[in-house]
């Protein structure tokens, strides 16, 4: 019999290297400069800018406190990075404050096989309670061509 995960309020996550996910901080953070340029660049509402941005920075999280895989994100979420990267300043802050570390965006040389992206949305799931189907990779054919190096 299997269950199905439930949506529950975000909380903070400790992994087993001691990498802590404060959710709720990590999902308050705001950059409005980066949702408009996005929804600019990419013909999208702002409403929709704010969901993606919400997922990429869940895509990020969760693969800071799991780095044993490089797992790449979806196109959508790649996107979000690669938009979120430009505001050089804004990314490393936020790296640095929320995962103690820079990660690093490493564009695939072709030859990786990406790895199953259910157990990185699994674990999203649980440290932030839901996540946005739609915007995060089903299966390896979906995922964007880099590697997140996570």
């Not at 953070?29 to 999208?44: D, F, I, M, W």
């Not at 820079?102 to 695939?108: A, D, F, I, K, S």
């Not at 199953?116 to 699994?122: G, H, I, M, S």
Request: hydrophobic fraction near 35%; charged fraction near 20%; charge should be negative.
């Amino acid at each position: 019999m299997t269950t199905a995960l439930q949506p529950r309020a975000p909380s903070s996550h400790q992994n087993a290297s001691g990498i802590v996910i404060d959710a709720p901080a990590i999902l308050g953070y705001r950059l409005p400069q980066l949702l408009a340029r996005y929804a600019s660049e990419h013909g999208v509402p702002l409403e929709e800018a704010e969901l993606i941005f919400q997922e990429t920075k869940k895509f990020l999280a969760t693969c800071a406190q799991d780095n044993s895989e490089n797992y790449s994100p979806s196109e959508e979420q790649d996107a979000m990075w690669h938009d979120f990267i430009l505001f050089t300043k804004n990314y490393t802050d936020f790296c640095q404050t929320f995962f103690g570390r820079y990660l690093h965006h490493v564009p695939c040389d072709g030859k990786k096989k990406d790895p199953d992206p259910c157990p990185l949305k699994q674990r999203a799931t649980v440290i932030f309670g839901e996540i946005t189907p739609r915007l995060w990779a089903g299966k390896p054919s979906e995922m964007a061509r880099c590697c997140g190096m996570c």
